[in-house]
């Protein structure tokens, strides 16, 4: 595991332009995200009842109920609303593009090979690992059709007790874990599959080393959570303009963390593979 996340970063060295590019990408969502909050989000948080003005369980639950009759009478929130819907489904959509040039880059990394192979990538595998992208979205969905009935009371009480949302947390808990590790198996499946080594023998080192996999995709993915901890203790501790510039430049650093997690996992199943 150590050596497959020192490897990983020596890789981010061949990837620098990658990591630019998705910074200024990010930094585009993340403008579009601020006009979103500032324009439709903030206007409707004025108008929740202040526990300290009088606010009760009652007048929250009234609260929901307009915004529920906004949602399908107020032009301008259904505007706001369809306008975000497309730009996520943009996002989901260019996701599984990034990570195909990402993966097709490591390929030819470890070849031997040195250039811009990024958009060749995206072009060549872009659609391949979009349908491993959609497989992946309807088995984290999957298990909300047995888990959504189970707590759907828990979710109608919480509107007049919000700690009531506190029992849900073991639930989340183990709906994440389950993401996870269908998340890590199928990575390597997708390494398999853009390499010609076959997806399932891929699936077979992922569970053979899913200890090693896990620990690394836990160890890189908490210094991305500490990176948008860092961002969201500052924006509430020093509202301002330090908060604005941690948060203007919190995304390079977490897409660094986010590519180097996903080198690390390639050099860690690429070290599994059988010696040509």
Request: aromatic share 16%; hydrophobic share 55%; proline share 5%.
């Amino acid at each position: 595991m150590r050596v497959s996340i020192t490897r990983g970063f020596h890789s981010m060295k061949e990837q620098f332009y990658i990591l630019i590019l998705l910074f200024i990408y990010r930094l585009l969502w993340g403008y579009f995200m601020y006009g979103f909050v500032r324009d439709a989000i903030i206007p409707i948080l004025l108008r929740y009842p202040n526990e300290q003005a009088g606010g009760s369980g009652i007048s929250r639950l009234l609260f929901y109920i307009e915004g529920q009759f906004s949602l399908s009478s107020d032009p301008y929130i259904q505007r706001w609303l369809w306008l975000l819907l497309a730009i996520s489904v943009l996002k989901l959509l260019l996701s599984p593009f990034i990570r195909a040039g990402l993966i097709h880059e490591l390929h030819q990394e470890s070849k031997g090979e040195r250039g811009l192979f990024f958009f060749p990538g995206m072009k060549l595998y872009g659609l391949p690992i979009m349908i491993f992208s959609l497989v992946e979205w309807l088995l984290a969905l999957l298990p909300l059709y047995w888990v959504v009935p189970r707590v759907y009371k828990l979710l109608i009480s919480s509107f007049l007790d919000y700690t009531l949302l506190l029992r849900l947390s073991p639930y989340l808990l183990v709906w994440l874990i389950y993401i996870f590790i269908i998340r890590l198996c199928l990575l390597y499946m997708q390494f398999g599959y853009t390499s010609g080594t076959g997806m399932f023998y891929s699936l077979l080192i992922c569970l053979r080393n899913i200890i090693p996999a896990a620990a690394a995709g836990v160890i890189l993915g908490a210094g991305g959570f500490i990176i948008l901890l860092l961002s969201g203790v500052t924006g509430i501790l020093s509202p301002g303009l330090p908060a604005l510039l941690i948060r203007q430049i919190s995304p390079l650093p977490s897409t660094f963390f986010k590519m180097w997690g996903l080198a690390a996992q390639y050099h860690l199943w690429h070290s599994k593979l059988p010696i040509k």
